[in-house]
């Protein structure tokens, strides 16, 4: 219950990555418990949802989520609203303002409710698979046609970015960034080399399927985008950038990443079941996953 009296409910940095994964793990539960279209969308599920779609709504910039949200009445909850100061802020702190925002009532969320910015690549691997889930499996229409919105709306704002994405400072957020100039060429993202090539693939995969129904100028900008990304040396060539996914040297390991990495292969394999993508190449998907699955099944996650 999302609005709920006396919660004891603290903020995560990565809420959009947990509530996403719990949400595909609850329709995931319906699908393969129910028969297909034979009732609702469990209350369970339905709730997550709109928790999820809550990250979306509140910023009230269209296509930006927010890290996290807290109500008044949530206990505990965004303990530094009032001191912490947005990453892109700190040089100018006179001039921007705090991490945590003031949602307003053109929203529905003002009166006391707040909400982090400076979202990061995780959080989008979240919501690209939870959304993507929803789409996909929920028997409810209006369901699945919020989650398609709210994912053309996300993918959007990332591409229009030049692949990152822009935060309410109108600067791109300290970790969402995919552009060819941060991936393939930035010292500072040398580590994302593989998995922020693997996310944004996932992302505009996810954002063709979305927008195959109901919108047009975004499925053409989408192909075309996808198409530039993976074009061969001397193009951005992300393809070749999943060769060697996974970081093996052992001082640089980051099982975090092992999870930025798989999400985006699930929702990849999701898609490819439910909702075929022809733009995306599919073998250099799974010849990068099988690579991947070498050095990380032996840490048997249950997660993957």
Known sequence: DVTGPGRVC?????????????????????????????QDPSTVSSELFSGQSLLHNITGYKGLCA??????????????????????CKSTPATCGLQWRNATEATGYGDGWVWKSDTSSDEIDGHILGLSTVSELSSSTEESTLARDLIVNLVERIVDGGFNLIDWTGKPTTWGRWSPSD?????????????????????????????????????AKFTAALANLTKPLPGPDYYSNLINLRIQVPWDENFSDDELIMVPFLSLILLDKLSPVTAVDMDQIRDALYHVWQLVAPGRSSLW
């Open 183 to 219: 991936i393939n060429d930035g010292t500072d993202y040398t580590d994302e080399h593989g998995v922020n090539a693997l996310e944004m693939i996932t992302n505009l995969v996810a954002g063709i399927a979305a927008a195959k129904q109901d919108h047009p100028e975004q499925l």
């Open 67 to 88: 890290r996290s949200a807290c109500g008044p009445t949530d206990l505990e909850c965004a303990p530094g609203r009032n001191q912490d100061l947005d990453p892109a």
């Open 10 to 38: 603290t903020d995560s940095d990565n809420n959009g990555l947990w509530t996403g994964l719990v949400l595909t793990a609850e329709y995931f539960r319906d699908n393969a418990t129910t028969t297909a279209g034979a």
